[in-house]
């Protein structure tokens, strides 16, 4: 603010006074009269308690909608939902409100798992970089799915992770006990055996998942 009302020339104070009038203008979004094609939503969090709810036509990127709330709820998502056409498609990054929500309002619609959420839930699993082969290879495979623009190319890449799952099935299937591993927090826990590779796991079986769900392609 100091330095905008130093570039007009007048005291912090008065270009607050000045812009006051800005905070009640109600930003408003031409809503579409047709459907899009594909709708993609997603919600940003931001300070003091607020969460900005965004739909924008995935083919363009234009924005279609938009919603305030404090979380990203069942609620919130119908309300950003409400008055437009149902679309052919919806790209979310897999929360459960948005899902409810699209089937509430947008029952025909199918839901399709924004690809670049998928590599970053994979990337939390495996990290940046893994230090097994295992780790490194699916890794490499989830950086290829979001470059997937049709069919063959998805039955390609789900070729590519059937090869993934003989060449590493046994290292997923490994699991370690409590007795041979007694210091172990899981142990202390009460836990008498777990998944020794569970993040590798989980992101390998996240995949599976999805794709039984229709929803990853």
Same mark, same amino acid.
């Given at each position: 603010?100091?330095?905008?009302?130093?570039?007009?020339?007048?005291?912090? !104070?008065?270009?607050?006074?000045?812009?006051?009038?800005?905070? *009640?203008?109600? #930003?408003?979004?031409?809503?579409?009269?047709?459907?899009?094609?594909?709708?993609?939503?997603?919600?940003?969090?931001? #300070?003091?308690?607020?969460?900005?709810?965004?739909?924008?036509?995935?083919?363009?990127?234009?924005?279609?909608?938009? %919603?305030?709330?404090?979380?990203?709820? !069942?609620?919130?998502?119908?309300?950003?939902?409400?008055?437009?056409?149902? #679309?052919?498609?919806?790209?979310?990054?897999?929360?459960?409100?948005?899902?409810?929500?699209?089937?509430?309002?947008?029952?025909?619609?199918?839901? %399709?798992?924004?690809?670049?959420?998928?590599? !970053?839930?994979?990337?939390?699993?495996?990290?940046?970089?893994?230090?097994?082969?295992?780790?490194?290879?699916?890794?490499?495979?989830?950086?290829?799915?979001?470059?997937?623009?049709?069919?063959?190319?998805?039955?390609?890449?789900?070729?590519?992770?059937?090869?993934?799952?003989?060449?590493?099935?046994?290292?997923?299937?490994?699991?370690?006990?409590?007795?041979?591993? #007694?210091?172990?927090?899981?142990?202390?826990?009460? *836990?008498?055996?777990?998944?020794? *590779?569970?993040?590798?796991?989980?992101?390998?079986?996240?995949?599976? !998942?999805?794709?039984?769900?229709?929803?990853?392609?």
């Amino acid at each position: 603010l100091a330095q905008a009302a130093a570039m007009l020339g007048v005291s912090p !104070r008065t270009f607050i006074r000045r812009i006051q009038w800005c905070w *009640h203008v109600k #930003p408003e979004i031409p809503r579409p009269t047709s459907p899009c094609r594909a709708v993609e939503a997603d919600g940003t969090y931001v #300070p003091y308690g607020w969460c900005l709810l965004v739909a924008i036509d995935a083919v363009d990127g234009t924005p279609v909608a938009f %919603q305030w709330c404090d979380t990203e709820s !069942r609620a919130a998502y119908t309300r950003l939902f409400s008055g437009l056409p149902a #679309p052919r498609a919806l790209v979310t990054d897999g929360g459960a409100g948005c899902a409810a929500a699209a089937a509430d309002t947008w029952k025909d619609a199918r839901i %399709q798992r924004c690809l670049v959420h998928v590599l !970053r839930n994979t990337r939390t699993d495996l990290t940046c970089r893994p230090r097994t082969d295992a780790g490194k290879d699916l890794l490499r495979l989830a950086r290829k799915l979001v470059k997937v623009r049709d069919a063959d190319a998805a039955a390609a890449w789900l070729n590519l992770l059937n090869d993934w799952h003989t060449r590493y099935a046994d290292i997923i299937g490994q699991r370690t006990t409590a007795r041979d591993d #007694p210091g172990n927090p899981k142990a202390r826990a009460g *836990h008498t055996w777990w998944w020794t *590779h569970a993040r590798l796991r989980r992101a390998y079986y996240r995949f599976i !998942r999805l794709q039984r769900d229709g929803t990853l392609f």
